[in-house]
């Protein structure tokens, strides 16, 4: 049986609702220009995600993109502190912070942030473990080996999940907060279309580990290498991949773009049942 996670309050797993999480995007090196949020639109914009069905928001500084110019921690660490104490004066729904520095997430859970989400999976900073357990807060994990997204292929992905998942309980996380990122998007120089694909379509088989499950998929290059299309115009295809993910065992939907993504996923939710 599926550990369920609660995020302050906000539980997560098979016996809920599949959870959208809208993308505050504060990182000006993106892959999707038209999702950076400038300053003065926060608030309006996280309002807007939530009116329109978002349960929490992901708050990111620095682009994953591979092509993406590299920025200092101290960049990352200007563009989302103040964001995070922002969105606390206004709101307390649930807020994930986007890095894999360790005194990013300390500071960001001291201002009110309530998980943590790593793409390097607990492979990079190595105090970031120990800040989740300190804290004792939830944590998204995505599988790599060595770096963001290094793995190819279902059985590579849950090998590091495996991986993953034991090298956080051995730093003191607990089991009942772990959720699970496998790993969708271009994020290294041998991973490919197909690759992302594969990993949909046997997305199932991450049920395994019997934790939530994040699918984040909206608007990434593979839809764009399928449709022949820019990051722009990729929301119906995002939209089709993320129902088939929810279908398939997905727990968290990450997303740009809010209001389309509920009716989506809940009616790809009404067919999994």
């Known amino acids: 049986m599926m550990t369920d996670v609660n995020i302050s309050g906000l539980n997560v797993g098979d016996k809920h609702p599949v959870r959208i999480m809208g993308v505050i995007n504060l990182s000006v090196e993106s892959f999707y220009k038209q999702s950076v949020v400038k300053p003065d639109l926060l608030i309006q914009t996280v309002q807007q995600m939530i ?22 921690v101290s960049s990352e660490y200007r563009r989302v502190i103040p964001a995070i104490e922002k969105i606390r004066e206004v709101t307390e729904i649930p ?10 997430a300390r500071d960001a859970l001291d201002l009110g942030a309530d998980l943590i989400n790593d793409v390097s999976g607990f492979t990079g900073d190595s105090n970031l473990s120990r800040v989740a357990a300190e804290y004792d807060c939830p944590v998204m994990l995505m ?6 997204g290094d793995v190819v292929g279902v059985a590579d992905t849950l090998d590091a999940l495996s ?15 772990i959720i699970l990122d496998p790993a969708i998007g271009r994020w290294c120089e041998m991973r490919t279309t197909k690759h ?21 998929l909206s608007r990434k290059s ?43 996923v809940r009616m790809a939710e009404k067919l999994r049942k």
């Open 95 to 104: 807020v994930s912070i986007d890095t894999m520095h360790s005194q990013i």
């Open 143 to 148: 599988a790599s080996r060595n770096k963001p």
């Open 222 to 264: 593979f839809v764009g290498d399928v449709l022949g299309k820019p990051p722009g115009e990729r929301l119906y295809g995002s939209i089709a991949a993320t129902a088939i993910a929810v279908c398939a065992g997905a727990n968290i939907i990450r997303t740009h773009d809010v209001a389309a993504t509920v009716d989506a």
């Open 51 to 72: 009116q329109d069905g978002a349960e929490i928001i992901d708050i990111g500084g620095r682009s994953t993109w591979p092509p993406a110019p590299k920025i200092t």
């Open 196 to 216: 992302d694909l594969e990993i949909i379509k046997n997305f199932k088989r991450f049920t395994v580990f019997q934790k939530p499950l994040l699918a984040a």
């Open 163 to 177: 991986r993953i998942i034991r090298n956080a309980e051995e730093n003191g996380v607990g089991s009942e907060r």
